[in-house]
T-cell receptor, first 111, second 112 residues
Framework: DAGITQSPRYKITETGRQVTLMCHQT?????MFWYRQDLGHGLRLIYY???????DKGEVSDGYVVSRSKTENFPLTLESATRSQTSVYFC??????????FGPGTRLLVL | QKEVEQNSGPLSVPEGAIASLNCTYS??????FFWYRQYSGKSPELIMS????GDKEDGRFTAQLNKASQYVSLLIRDSQPSDSATYLC????????????FGQGTRLTINP
């Protein structure tokens, strides 16, 4: 089915472990985004990508790494998870100046 | 000062009444404005976008933009219980930019 998917949908990990969240879109959108959502903060941009192999930091990028070797995939890696990274993570995609469409989200708990 | 500010609520409105949601932004060069609806446990979905001063209507929803006052609002007429959700205001700075800045959202409850 066309759309944007995220995996896993739920993840529990421990402090210090590496975690990778996956995002896949079937629209061939140029732009992809990673946000985190926490109570009282709304959606905050972690990283975004304008095309394959082009990525840039958002406002809360410390502790996160992204890559985009293929247009349709945009994985987000937490190199060494911390409790402060417990959050709901949303991936989104869009074309230039068009609507951003969001994936279903990944709920991450870091113990 | 946050770049995009919303009253976090909760805002409680009786069924059938008009719900009014407000958002202010600090960057005067902002060009594009969006309202997303987010049901509990779900992802945000776009319900309205507005780019020019004035009103834009879509069914029961009206977005209002006043760039001089740096203010954007969303009116929901004939509110229904299914409108109960968190409403996120988002701002895009200029043409060609893709990044959105979101407010913290307003939680709206429609009481039957």
């Amino acid at each position: 089915d066309a759309g944007i998917t995220q995996s896993p949908r739920y993840k529990i990990t421990e402090t210090g472990r590496q975690v990778t969240l996956m995002c896949h879109q079937t629209w061939s959108h140029s732009y992809m985004f990673w946000y985190r959502q926490d109570l009282g903060h709304g959606l905050r941009l972690i990283y975004y990508s304008a095309a394959a192999d082009i990525t840039d930091k958002g406002e809360v990028s410390d502790g996160y790494v992204v890559s985009r070797s293929k247009t349709e995939n945009f994985p987000l890696t937490l190199e060494s998870a911390t409790r402060s990274q417990t959050s709901v993570y949303f991936c989104a995609s869009s074309e230039l100046e068009e609507t951003q469409y969001f994936g279903p989200g990944t709920r991450l708990l870091v113990l | 000062q946050k770049e995009v500010e919303q009253n976090s609520g909760p805002l409680s409105v009786p069924e059938g009444a008009i719900a009014s949601l407000n958002c202010t932004y600090s960057d005067r060069v902002s060009q594009s404005f969006f309202w997303y609806r987010q049901y509990s446990g779900k992802s945000p979905e776009l319900i309205m976008s507005i780019y020019s001063n004035g009103d834009k209507e879509d069914g029961r929803f009206t977005a209002q933009l006043n760039k001089a006052s740096q203010y954007v609002s969303l009116l929901i007429r004939d509110s229904q219980p299914s409108d109960s959700a968190t409403y996120l205001c988002a701002v895009r700075r200029n043409q060609g930019a893709q990044k959105l800045v979101f407010g913290q959202g307003t939680r709206l409850t429609i009481n039957p």
